[in-house]
């Protein structure tokens, strides 16, 4: 156990020094530009309502971060990939046939994965009766709102480990 979550430690360790090497090393500016240049200011409004539930006035500021931002996640899985299975390529003494089999398998889990997961964060945050207990007119601390976003993390992760170990379970059946 206590493996494992050293593993899975490292790898987000590893996932948070990619980023940051890929936003600075791989101009990729120019592609978030061109994404967002295909949104109007309306659609850009409604999109990000989408995303937040409620209306942004910086929709393109906003907008121009979530494209950013995906688009390094989409550059640094396949980096991180690539690293991960190098490493186990050096110490398994793996083909290289077997090598990029295994790269492209983990690089489609790990999209997968990241990607369910921000799913089930989002529709947590957006789906939960969060207005009840917090109403909308008040303005609260940051302290308050580290603690909603805490507890909904915990939430996520908690519905995503029962998800996974169901998947498993049908699966080894």
């Known amino acids: 156990m206590a493996k494992h979550a050293l593993s899975l430690f490292i790898k987000i360790a590893l996932f948070a020094v990619v980023m940051p090497i890929v936003a600075k090393v791989i101009p990729y500016d120019g592609l978030v530009d061109s994404i967002t240049g295909l949104f109007d200011f309306q659609?850009?409004?409604?999109?990000?309502?989408?995303?937040?539930?409620?209306?942004?006035?910086?929709?393109?500021?906003?907008?121009?971060?979530?494209?950013?931002?995906?688009?390094?996640?989409?550059?640094?899985?396949?980096?991180?990939?690539?690293?991960?299975?190098?490493?186990?390529?050096?110490?398994?003494?793996?083909?290289?046939?077997?090598?990029?089999?295994d790269w492209a398998s983990s690089t489609l889990r790990r999209f997968a994965k990241i990607f369910g997961f921000t799913f089930l964060f989002w529709a947590l945050i957006r789906f939960l009766p969060y207005q009840s207990v917090f109403p909308d007119e008040q303005t609260y601390l940051a302290f308050t709102m580290a603690a909603i976003v805490g507890f909904n993390l915990l939430l996520t992760m908690a519905c995503y480990w029962f998800i996974k170990k169901k998947i498993t379970t049908k699966r080894s059946l």
């Open 43 to 101: 659609s850009a409004q409604k999109f990000i309502r989408f995303i937040l539930g409620e209306p942004d006035l910086e929709a393109w500021e906003s907008l121009h971060d979530y494209f950013g931002i995906l688009i390094n996640v989409l550059i640094s899985v396949p980096v991180m990939g690539a690293v991960i299975t190098a490493y186990r390529g050096i110490t398994h003494r793996v083909s290289p046939a077997g090598i990029s089999r």
